[in-house]
Structure formats: C-alpha cells, structure tokens
C-alpha cells in the first residue's frame, strides 16, 4: 500500500501540466502590480509619446488633421448613403475616432471613420430589420455589437483568429464589395428611381432605362465625374512637383462637393421644384448621447461578426503599411481595443461603424504627420462643421454623392492581373478569390467573406490530414519512386569526351528537349543510405487529423521493397493473419508501380523530425503503433533512430514515458537513440547480431 501511495506522489510530483499550473499560480501575486501598472500604460500610449512631444511638430499635426477633416466630410456623407442610413449621420460618426486616437491609437498615420466596405455590410442588415426598427437604431447597434467584439478581441489576445482570412480571399471580397457598391449608386448618377436590388439587375434595369435617363441630373453626375478624373490626372502628373497641387488633387472631393454643391444652390434656390435630387441635409450640432435598444443587439451580434471582420483587417493592414513606410511599429492588440472603444463611444451618437481607411491614411502621411494628436484638430473641425457649415450641405446634389462613391471605390477592384496570379501561384487560393467575389455579388457580404474563410479553414485542415512522410533509401533497382534518394542533382555538364561518346553510340545525341545532355548523380550534397536503411522524413506536425496516414504511409512504403521477417521463437503459422486483403494490396502495388524486393532485410529506420514543430498524444501513439508494426512484420531487430527533434517536441515523448537517450550520452536499456545528425544516424554502429538466425519471407 505504502509504495503505491509513494508512486502516486511521485506521478503528482513531476506531472508537468500540474507543474505548470502550481508556478503560474506562485507567480501572479508578486507580478501583479506591476503587470497592472504595464497593462494601464499600454491601454493609454499618450501616456508615453506626450512627454517627448516637440511644439514644433504641432503645425503639422494641424494641417494634417485639417485635411482629414476636410475629407472626411464628403466621404462620411458618401459612407452613410451606402449604408442606407441619414446621410448626415455620416458626419456623427466621425468625430469621436478622431478624438479617441489621441489617447488610444499607436499609428500617427491611421485615419479611423466610415469606410466604402462598412457601409454596405451595414446596409445588408439596415434592409433585414428595416420594418422592425429604424436604419439610424440598427447602424448604432451594429457599431456597438462591433466595438464589444473588437474589445474581447483586444483584451484576450485572439486576433490571431483574423489569419485565416487569406489575401485571396480580401481580394475577391473587396472587389465584389466595390462592384456593388458602385452598382448600387448608378441610379442616382443618371436620376432614376425604384431601382432593383442586386448588382447585375441593377446594372441592367439602368440600361434598359437608357431612354428615361434625367439629362439635369446626367450632366451633374457624370460632370463630377470628370472633374474628379481631371483633378486626379493633375496631381498624377504635377503633385510631385508642387505641395499645392498635390493637395488640390488629394482635396478633390471636398472640391467637386464645394463647386456642385454652390451650383445647385444658384439653380435651385428660387424653384419650387429642384431641377435635380438633393441631399437636404440637416444638423444640430452633436446628437444627444442615446444607448441602443437591448433586444435590437441581441439581433444583430452574429450579424455584426462581417463588419466586424472587414472593419478590423482593413484597419490593421493599413496600419501596418503606413508604420513599415515610416519607420515604426504599431501594437496590434491595443489597435483592436481602439477600434472597440472608439465603436462603442461612437454608437451612443446614432452612427455607423468605423475602421482605419487607405485613402485617408495615405493623405495623412503625405502630410508627414507628426504623432496622433492630429486627431484632436480632425475633430475639432467635424464638430465645428456640424454646428456652423451643415447648412451649406443642404443643397449638394444626389449626383455628386453618387460619383464621389462611384469614384472612390472604382480603385478597389482587382487588379485582375492580381487574381490571374493567384490562379498561376495555387487553385486553392484562386478558388477562395472566386467564392468570396461571387457570392458577395450574388448573395450577401456576410455569406461571401463566411464561405470564402470556411473553404481556407477546410483547405488548412485537409492540407494538414493528408500531409505524408517522404521515404529516403539508396536508389532502387526498380523506376517505382517508392524510395527516394536523399537528394538528386541533374547536372547539365558534360565533357567534349563523353559527348563525342554519346554522338557515336546514339543518333539522337541530344535528346533533352531543353538542349543539354542531363545525367542525374545520386546523393550529392546528401549522405549515402545503405541498403537495409531507410530515413522517414515527416512533412508537418504529427497530430490527430494526419497521425494514422503518416503511419500507414510510412509502413506500407517499407514493406512494399523489403521482405517480411519472422522471429524465430513464433511458429510463421500461427503467427501468420487469417486475413490476406493486406499482402494482396501489397503484392498489386509492386504489380503496377514495377517494384523489385530486395534480397536484404531492413535493419534500420531513422525517423527525421526535422519538419515537425509539434505533436500531440495521438501523433505520439501513432509512432507506437509504426515502431511496433515495423518489428513485427520487418524485423524484431529493426532499430529506430530519430534526428533533428526540436526540444519541445522530445519533451511531449518525455512526458509519454516514451525513453529516448542521447548518442553521446548514456544508453539505458530499451531507449530509443537520438543523434545529432542524420549522417551520424545513417552509420553509427549498428547491432548486427539481432538479424541472426531470423528466417525471411518474401511475399
């Protein structure tokens, strides 16, 4: 009783993940305060940049942070029609990222309001709760719900989750997203009403109404457009060479509003009946602060994962640019708590959600701003623009929204030379390109990025399932490829000697279709493998989705070159299967692949881990199974060798109880060598008495 008391201690004692427990424990009480002190001052970066803030960076905060002010009051009205929200509350949504980066944001660069992508996701669930609520209540709700995500996100460190959303999939999402975008706005640029929903209808109800086109309204929309065109040709061509023209063409929408927006009002001011739609905007100053409707967030928190997702990738990608190009580094989990309190802030003032933009970020940094207190000017001016200029915004023609948007988005698709590259590169990520861009066009935003990111979720899980070892022996007799060299090198040199040789003995003395005589040299640059020897270099993690093919295939390559050995002290009878499915399997393989056996029998397997960052219990019993299948039906004597195993790896076969010993050091009996090369694995000494007195039988 006493000594099995006394091994269950001992258990206890080196248990590891207990271990590991206990000193977690231990440890948080003393390192609390100042982990708290570290966590506070992360959640605050002003904290740390304002002390070292030179007055002389303050002009160009200012200039910068007026110009994001000034585009973000075309681009926040754009946004909120998009989102099929009150355009006006395009410009509630604005302010308050700008103030919060003061305090929150690690990037000088990163400009946070409405963005092309969020108002359409936002759009798709204003139309589904429409006859329930009102858009304003449901764009609150949606921020709200995004801001508490990005906030868990944050604070539990789980935006590693955002990886499986590849680029192919950004691309096909982005590009569709513009498609409709730009779709959705071709009605009011040419002033027709009761437009269809979905982008192809769209497209051809526009066209088929070509005759009922408003001629007014044309000539305002597509003016604007050109004017945009005009403006961005010029900084294209002469930015480079002066700052004002450079922020002429970077101002063009706030221009194209400013001139249209004047002329509707000299056109319209007089008429009872407006010669074109206009936006009639109207605000009083900053809304009164208004939590969102319980039971409406609890409708909308799985629909708010789509903009949450579009919102946070754009949003870390740009930032990560911009501080690549300047020469900083931006901290990604206090990023998404930014992004969480500035959505939750923002959601009490019947707004939509907000996130990082490229257009105005690339503004921002050709300003050369200085450090986020731009921020405090870009919204001082938004907030000074709700209580005095608005009234102005009143006349700006529906036209010349819908061409700012049109024109804004229009870069985002593609490029399709983009796409016909991840076509060349891998199917797999071109058909995620391809699901995401198709099923946001024809379905929604939200099914379109979820199956897009499902199929890269799949994809990982097969690629990992059906990962396999690749076996290395001395070149076979046979062309079958069931055992590879360790490395196999075409050299395209030959000397006048042995081409005059070839010419003479061959008439076709070039038969590479490449134009060189190729001979192919085994094992250079590689150990050579002796006969009864085999390297099993696994290609990835061993865990349970690809533990048992890694064995199978690993086991069947063996038996299908060497023979089977029996030991001795068994009858070959009795020992033998009732079943033969199994040596039949392996007799039509050397059938159809041409495989020759060989006469000697294998001694030694070395198991490479040089590609495998982990492996869990089933992986680990796996190799059991190998380890014992390889002695029953190879050899009793057939020894197993491991290399390259990486010290996590051979601390999870430590806390299996499976014994390993170093070659350097010393052996108990029954490990299991680990060498430090392969070279070293492949001829160290081997036991050749256990082969002794064996019987062999060739199938």
Same mark, same amino acid.
């Given at each position: 009783? !006493?000594?099995?008391?006394?091994?269950?201690?001992?258990?206890?004692?080196?248990?590891?993940?207990?271990?590991?427990?206990?000193?977690?424990?231990?440890?948080?009480?003393?390192?609390?305060?100042?982990?708290?002190?570290?966590?506070?001052?992360?959640?605050?970066?002003? $904290?740390?940049?304002?002390?070292? #803030? &030179?007055?002389?960076?303050?002009?160009?905060?200012?200039?910068?942070?007026?110009?994001?002010? +000034?585009?973000?009051?075309?681009?926040?009205?754009?946004?909120?029609?998009?989102?099929?929200?009150? $355009? !006006?509350?395009?410009?509630? /949504?604005?302010?308050?990222?700008?103030?919060?980066?003061?305090?929150?944001?690690?990037?000088?660069?990163?400009?946070? @309001?409405?963005?092309?992508?969020?108002?359409?996701?936002?759009?798709?669930?204003?139309?589904?709760?429409?006859?329930?609520?009102?858009?304003?209540?449901?764009?609150?709700?949606?921020?709200?719900?995004?801001?508490?995500?990005?906030?868990?996100?944050?604070?539990?460190?789980?935006?590693?989750?955002?990886?499986?959303?590849?680029?192919?999939?950004?691309?096909?999402?982005?590009?569709?997203?513009?498609?409709?975008?730009?779709?959705?706005?071709?009605?009011?640029?040419?002033?027709?009403?009761?437009?269809?929903?979905?982008?192809?209808?769209?497209?051809?109800?526009?066209?088929?109404?070509?005759?009922?086109?408003?001629?007014?309204?044309?000539?305002?929309?597509?003016?604007?457009?050109?004017?945009?065109?005009?403006?961005?040709?010029?900084?294209?061509?002469?930015?480079?060479? *002066?700052?004002?023209?450079?922020?002429? &063409? /970077?101002?063009?929408?706030? $221009? +194209?509003?400013?001139?249209?927006?004047?002329?509707?009002?000299?056109?319209?001011?007089?008429?009872?009946?407006?010669?074109?739609?206009?936006?009639?905007?109207?605000?009083?100053?900053?809304?009164?602060?208004?939590?969102?409707?319980?039971?409406?967030?609890?409708?909308?928190?799985?629909?708010?994962?789509?903009?949450?997702?579009?919102?946070?990738? !754009?949003?870390?990608?740009?930032?990560?640019?911009?501080?690549?190009?300047? *020469? #900083?580094?931006?901290?990604?989990?206090?990023?998404?708590?930014?992004?969480? +309190?500035?959505?939750? $802030?923002?959601?009490?003032?019947?707004?939509?959600?907000?996130?990082?933009?490229?257009?105005?970020?690339?503004?921002?940094?050709?300003?050369?701003?200085?450090?986020?207190?731009?921020?405090?000017?870009?919204?001082?001016?938004?907030?000074?623009?709700?209580? +005095?200029?608005?009234?102005?915004? #009143?006349?700006?023609?529906?036209?010349?929204?819908?061409?700012?948007?049109?024109?804004?988005?229009? *870069?985002?698709? @593609?490029?399709? &030379?983009?796409?016909?590259?991840?076509?060349?590169?891998?199917?797999?990520?071109?058909?995620?390109?391809?699901?995401?861009?198709?099923?946001?066009?024809?379905?929604?935003?939200?099914?379109?990025?979820?199956? =897009?990111?499902?199929?890269?979720?799949?994809?990982?899980?097969?690629?990992?399932?059906?990962?396999?070892?690749?076996?290395?022996?001395?070149?076979?007799?046979?062309?079958?490829?069931?055992?590879?060299?360790?490395?196999?090198?075409?050299?395209?040199?030959?000397?006048?000697?042995?081409?005059?040789?070839?010419?003479?003995?061959?008439?076709?003395?070039?038969?590479?279709?490449?134009?060189?005589?190729?001979?192919?040299?085994?094992?250079?640059?590689?150990?050579?493998?002796?006969?009864?020897?085999?390297?099993?270099?696994?290609?990835?993690?061993?865990?349970?989705?690809?533990?048992?093919?890694?064995?199978?295939?690993?086991?069947?390559?063996?038996?299908?070159?060497?023979?089977?050995?029996?030991?001795?002290?068994?009858?070959?009878?009795?020992?033998?299967?009732?079943?033969?499915?199994?040596?039949?399997?392996?007799?039509?393989?050397?059938?159809?692949?041409?495989?020759?056996?060989?006469?000697?029998?294998? =001694?030694?397997?070395?198991?490479?881990?040089?590609?495998?960052?982990?492996?869990?219990?089933? @992986?680990?019993?796996?190799?059991?199974?190998?380890?014992?299948?390889?002695?029953?039906?190879?050899?009793?004597?057939?020894?197993?060798?491991?290399?390259?195993?990486?010290? =996590?790896?051979? *601390?999870?076969?430590?806390?299996?109880?499976?014994?390993?010993?170093?070659?350097?050091?010393?052996?108990?009996?029954?490990?299991?060598?680990?060498?430090?090369?392969?070279?070293?694995?492949?001829?160290?000494?081997?036991?050749?008495?256990?082969?002794?007195?064996?019987?062999? !039988?060739?199938?």
């Amino acid at each position: 009783m !006493e000594r099995h008391v006394t091994a269950v201690k001992e258990e206890f004692r080196t248990d590891v993940t207990l271990n590991r427990v206990t000193k977690f424990t231990r440890a948080v009480p003393g390192k609390l305060p100042s982990a708290s002190k570290q966590y506070l001052l992360d959640k605050l970066p002003i $904290i740390q940049w304002l002390p070292r #803030y &030179s007055p002389s960076w303050a002009i160009q905060d200012f200039m910068a942070g007026l110009t994001i002010g +000034v585009l973000l009051i075309p681009q926040g009205l754009a946004y909120a029609k998009i989102a099929t929200i009150p $355009i !006006e509350n395009g410009l509630y /949504s604005c302010w308050v990222p700008a103030a919060v980066m003061v305090f929150m944001g690690t990037s000088k660069d990163l400009s946070t @309001g409405p963005t092309s992508i969020l108002g359409l996701l936002t759009a798709e669930i204003v139309r589904d709760l429409q006859n329930e609520y009102t858009p304003t209540d449901i764009s609150s709700a949606v921020a709200m719900m995004v801001g508490i995500w990005s906030l868990l996100i944050g604070l539990l460190g789980l935006g590693f989750l955002l990886d499986y959303v590849s680029l192919p999939v950004l691309t096909g999402f982005i590009s569709a997203t513009a498609f409709v975008i730009g779709m959705g706005q071709v009605g009011s640029l040419v002033g027709l009403d009761n437009v269809p929903s979905g982008a192809f209808n769209q497209l051809g109800d526009v066209l088929k109404r070509l005759p009922h086109w408003d001629g007014p309204t044309c000539g305002i929309g597509f003016g604007t457009v050109l004017v945009l065109v005009a403006l961005q040709k010029v900084g294209q061509k002469w930015g480079s060479k *002066h700052f004002a023209i450079k922020y002429m &063409s /970077s101002s063009r929408a706030i $221009i +194209v509003m400013v001139i249209f927006t004047l002329i509707s009002y000299l056109v319209n001011k007089d008429r009872d009946d407006y010669l074109w739609s206009i936006s009639k905007i109207s605000t009083h100053g900053i809304q009164t602060p208004k939590a969102p409707d319980a039971v409406l967030l609890s409708k909308v928190v799985a629909r708010s994962i789509a903009p949450l997702v579009a919102c946070t990738l !754009e949003h870390q990608a740009v930032g990560k640019a911009f501080a690549r190009k300047n *020469h #900083y580094a931006i901290d990604q989990t206090q990023e998404f708590n930014y992004l969480g +309190v500035t959505n939750i $802030i923002n959601s009490f003032f019947g707004v939509m959600p907000v996130g990082g933009a490229i257009s105005r970020t690339a503004v921002n940094s050709e300003c050369h701003v200085r450090s986020p207190l731009n921020g405090a000017f870009t919204a001082g001016f938004i907030i000074l623009t709700l209580y +005095v200029f608005s009234p102005a915004l #009143y006349w700006l023609p529906s036209a010349t929204l819908a061409a700012i948007i049109i024109m804004a988005v229009i *870069h985002l698709f @593609g490029p399709l &030379s983009l796409i016909w590259r991840y076509w060349r590169i891998s199917l797999a990520d071109f058909i995620a390109c391809m699901v995401a861009f198709w099923l946001t066009i024809f379905v929604s935003a939200e099914i379109g990025i979820g199956a =897009a990111t499902g199929w890269n979720v799949a994809w990982t899980l097969l690629r990992s399932a059906f990962a396999t070892p690749t076996i290395h022996a001395s070149r076979t007799a046979d062309a079958s490829g069931t055992l590879e060299p360790l490395a196999r090198v075409f050299s395209t040199t030959t000397t006048l000697q042995q081409q005059q040789t070839n010419n003479d003995s061959n008439p076709n003395p070039n038969p590479n279709p490449n134009g060189n005589s190729e001979t192919m040299t085994e094992n250079v640059g590689g150990p050579v493998i002796p006969d009864d020897t085999i390297v099993i270099r696994f290609g990835d993690s061993l865990f349970f989705p690809n533990a048992s093919r890694n064995k199978a295939d690993a086991l069947e390559a063996a038996q299908l070159v060497y023979p089977s050995v029996q030991n001795p002290h068994y009858s070959v009878e009795a020992e033998r299967s009732w079943s033969v499915a199994a040596e039949r399997r392996l007799e039509r393989l050397r059938t159809q692949r041409g495989v020759v056996m060989r006469q000697m029998p294998l =001694a030694v397997v070395i198991w490479d881990f040089g590609m495998v960052p982990f492996i869990d219990a089933t @992986g680990i019993t796996a190799l059991a199974e190998l380890k014992d299948d390889v002695r029953r039906q190879l050899g009793f004597g057939v020894q197993v060798r491991f290399v390259n195993m990486t010290p =996590a790896v051979r *601390h999870r076969f430590a806390r299996a109880r499976w014994l390993l010993a170093d070659a350097d050091g010393l052996q108990d009996d029954g490990a299991d060598i680990v060498y430090p090369s392969l070279e070293r694995a492949i001829w160290d000494e081997r036991d050749r008495d256990s082969l002794k007195g064996v019987t062999t !039988e060739k199938s």
